[in-house]
């Protein structure tokens, strides 16, 4: 497993024993599945976040990677949900 991998599988396990056993999407709120799980820069490293642990959050696949196109279609749709999302809801 890539050090990547394994820092994921710690957070989610962090998260999951926190909340007893429901690990939240960052990005929409909806719960994450073990192996539907990534990794999310709070702060992009574009601007100036790092991959330390406190700028990491744990999002599903999808979520991950339309998150910064979603934001710029005030009002998108949600991929993994029904839930209407605006920017602000995106990068909060």
């Known amino acids: 497993m890539s050090k990547l991998g394994h820092t ?4 989610y396990r962090t998260v999951a024993r926190q909340l007893h056993g429901l690990v939240p999407c960052w990005v929409c ?3 994450v599945d073990p192996e539907d799980a990534t990794l999310e820069h709070i702060q992009p490293l574009s601007e100036g976040g790092s991959s330390h ?3 990491l959050a744990i999002t599903h696949a999808i979520c991950n990677h339309q998150r ?3 934001a ?3 009002g998108a749709q949600h991929p993994c949900c029904d839930t ?3 920017p602000t809801d995106v990068f909060r």
Do not use: P, V
Request: aromatic share 0%; net charge positive; glycine share 10%.
């Open 8 to 11: 994921r599988l710690k957070i």
């Open 72 to 74: 710029k279609n005030e």
């Open 84 to 86: 209407t999302i605006t």
């Open 68 to 70: 910064h196109a979603r």
């Open 53 to 55: 642990m406190e700028n």
């Open 29 to 31: 709120g909806g719960h």
